[in-house]
């Protein structure tokens, strides 16, 4: 019994000995701190924000140029369209009309310039019917392009493509070609050299008379 007194007044000692240590290293001041936030941490409630609901800005006044605000209207922009897309369709009839006016039956074809056609790249499709039927399916071959003037143009058609490239960026610049632009070409076969008569060069938004033209007579010229 007096044993276990013994330990006991032993244990006591110890901990009154290690809480004058730790008062003396202010551990206990620091724990205490600790514990005074944590509970006033968790007493505190959860505030919630609410968003109150804004009023309409007037754009004006937040604005900074001094000039007045414009309209935007896209009005012009669809006039504009419509007014285009009505010259180029009055340009293919015309064009059309010109061909069907020929006297010869040598191949010829109708030609409405695209953005590929006058820009880029620059290159010319040929139908396919004309490639099939009057062209050799040859990697490369010369094409000699004729204007209504007289004036050659030296140009290369490949056979995979159905492109004429080479020489008709230059073609295209000399004569002022433009987007929506109709081209009437008369096309010839002699010897291993293709020969393109482009007779007639309708431009978009210009009146020009169509003509008759005897294609024979102007293939035996080139």
């Keep these: ?54 009023a309409p800005v007037n754009p004006d006044l937040v604005r900074r140029s001094s000039r007045p ?35 010869s039956r040598n ?4 030609k409405s310039m695209s953005l590929s056609n006058v820009s880029g790249n620059f290159g010319l499709n040929i139908p396919a019917e004309i490639c099939k039927n009057h062209l050799p399916k040859e990697p490369k071959v010369r094409i000699m392009l004729e204007d209504e003037d007289g004036s050659v143009y030296e140009t290369n058609y490949y056979w995979v493509t159905r492109y004429i490239t080479t020489g008709w960026k230059t073609f295209s610049m000399d004569h002022k070609l433009d987007f929506g ?33 005897d294609a024979e007579q102007i293939c035996h010229q080139l």
Excluded: W
């Design 1 to 54: 019994m007096a044993q276990g007194n013994s330990y006991e007044e032993a244990r006591k000692q110890r901990l009154q000995d290690n809480k004058r240590r730790f008062q003396e290293l202010g551990v206990l001041k620091i724990a205490n701190s600790l514990s005074d936030v944590i509970k006033d941490k968790n007493n505190t409630k959860r505030k919630y924000q609410v968003r109150s609901k804004t």
């Design 181 to 213: 632009d109709a081209l009437v070409h008369i096309f010839k076969v002699s010897n291993d050299i293709g020969d393109m008569k482009v007779d007639e060069t309708i431009k978009a938004g210009e009146s020009k008379s169509s003509k008759t033209v």
């Design 69 to 103: 605000r414009s309209q935007v209207t896209y009005y012009g922009r669809i006039k504009c369209k419509t007014s285009f897309i009505a010259e180029r369709s009055d340009t293919l009839k015309r064009a059309k009309s010109f061909q069907s006016g020929l006297l």
């Design 107 to 110: 191949p010829s074809f109708v």
